[in-house]
């Protein structure tokens, strides 16, 4: 799967702008299932020790102030000048050269390019507008995050330690990763119009600290797409372990009938599971498939809240949160859904708004 996000990062380059079931030892809890991928990862990846204390972070913010000048001002070149939109595109269609094996020419590039501008918060022509620079809100979260990404796309490009395999590596690491962030809110108000906020950013990498618009955004997109198949084949894989003990059942002749309905849990419910001294109830059925779907899936017990409808020895939909992502606007987090056999597309990631939401689009 780490494979197939490369080439989603690679296809996310293009539209990013502003804006296992065999059996195992059961785990106790959630907390035992933890991994250290980072550690594992060809990426140098630092802490965050980036801060507002650095010689460069007032001259960033000064150039914060230039960009939302230009904003205001509907001065569309300015605007990707100070944010290095250019070589950014450049970098971008380098990786999709190299991931695709295809030569990029100068007019893919162009392209590209007016792709990317045509999607930023600035009106050619447009009337010019008061503007206000918000306080930065230091964002470590989004830099954890970046380091997360760049692990997994490392780890997805293992065994391409060719010259082009790490040249790929490079512009994946120029484009999303760094060890700083703070998120800056950018107030606008047109004449006879209302206010309007739009959020930029200033990240901290090899350069320094400077102002982005779209590399953060770019990022998220990818974290996103990766946190939305992890928890895709997390539910695929807890419905296929409830199915496997329910075979177990059928093979005792026991009336799978009597557990059709619809359950809500969650992972520390699967992980608590005790095994029932029978399964002629319909209580005790449930209490079989909660202790042994485990075996068959030990990270069934790292999910937040699990919903799931049986039906005649089936199970017809399940929905699940599994795994978080921080806002990118604001200092929270929010949970990632997953679903099966219907898998949560990025649209319907986007528009829910509650875990019923995915699970009733669940079934096929």
Known sequence: MRKQLICIAAALLLTGSVSGCGKSSKPESAAEQTTDSAAESTVPIRAVTASADDADFSDALAEMDAVAAAMAANDGEKFVELLGVRHIVDVQMDVQELSSGRTVTSDDRDR????????????????????????????NDLSILSAAVMSDISDGLRGREDADGQKLLDCMRELFWFDGAYSIPITLKSPGASEHTVCLYLLHDDAGWHPDGTRLPMMYGYATKMRLAEANEAAKTLRYALISAMTDLNAEDQDLTLLNGEYCFSGDDFANAQAPDSHETADD???????????????????????????????TALALEYGELPDREEMRTYPVYGSAPEAVSSDAFRSASSLEDIFESAEQ
């Open 285 to 315: 059925m449930l209490a079989y498939l909660m202790y042994e779907a485990p075996f068959y899936y030990k990270d069934a017990v790292r999910a937040g809240k699990v919903m799931f409808r049986i039906k005649d020895g089936d199970v």
């Open 112 to 139: 590209a390019y007016e792709q990317i501008t045509a999607s930023l918060p600035v009106e050619p022509g447009g009337n010019s507008a008061e503007y206000s620079v918000g306080e930065p809100e230091e964002r």
